[in-house]
């Protein structure tokens, strides 16, 4: 009989479980290696992608600076000057107003038409308006197409609607003068005479002459009571003392009173000198 030696058959034994152990952790790698490269793959091709569209956005720029310099240069060799399109006639409106019309310009207030020309600017036939300003003693020229700046003198109703206007409590507000009087010049300026008679009411002290009234104050309400007295006069058909004496009442001012003529002042002194002589 053979022996049976231990040592060997362990040997062996253990040779076939590590070779068993040995393929199955190849099999893990090769998988693992694989994934690996499938990885960088995409990894690989989402690189080339964005330096592919980067340089294409690289390419476009500098062909639009190539063509930018290019068009200059081309300017600048050749001196190119761009065609001007001369308008010979300007665009015609139909005329809403007539000579001798009464219309409102609202930088200067009312005006005249006295004449209808045709003038000839910068190689344009431009047919205008021509007013006269009699306050100012000035003169002006409006083109037709920019008519809509005119307005027409306003009616009854409206002058009716001023004067309840200024009759009504003056709406003061608390910001400071400054940011008050550039609103009370755009109400001016605008020519709308119901904001004129608002500035005027705002404005206005009434027979309170004691009240301190600065001089931009009082400069802004003379330029609106003046605007308004012109407008009221022509509408009313009335004299400038007779306008200037219904606007006074609707604004409770009664100066005249107060501020005697050097003629009614000279016949007072006249009078207390009498009567002291006759003590």
Known sequence: ????????????TFKK??????????S?????????????????????????????KENKITENISNKQSNF??????????????VKVQASEKKEYKIKDYVVYPKHGVGQITEFKKTNIGGIDVESYFLKFEKDKASGMVPVNKQSHLRP?????????????LKSKPKI?????????????????????????????????????????????RQLFEKAYERILSEFQ????????DTQKKLD????????????????KAEMATDENLVEAAK
């Open 1 to 12: 009989m053979k022996k049976i030696n231990l040592k060997n058959i362990l040997k062996k």
């Open 17 to 26: 479980k590590n070779k068993k152990i040995t393929k199955k952790s190849k």
């Open 28 to 56: 893990k790698t090769l998988k693992k290696s694989v994934k690996k490269r499938k990885i960088k793959n995409k990894n690989l091709k989402i690189k080339e992608k964005k330096i592919k569209e980067h340089s294409s």
């Open 73 to 86: 240069k081309v300017s600048r060799g050749v001196d190119q000057k761009p065609e001007i399109k001369k």
């Open 153 to 165: 003198l306003a009616t009854i109703n409206q002058v009716n609607k001023c004067i309840s206007i």
């Open 173 to 217: 507000k608390r910001s400071m003068w400054s940011r008050r009087a550039q609103e009370y010049e755009a109400k001016i300026s605008s020519g709308k005479i119901y904001d004129l008679a608002e500035v005027v009411r705002d404005l206005n002290k009434g027979d309170d002459l004691l009240v301190d009234q600065s001089y931009s104050e």
């Open 234 to 241: 022509i509408i009313l058909d009335l004299s400038l003392e």
């Open 249 to 264: 009442k609707a604004l409770k001012r009664n100066l005249e009173k107060q501020t005697p003529k050097p003629t009614e």
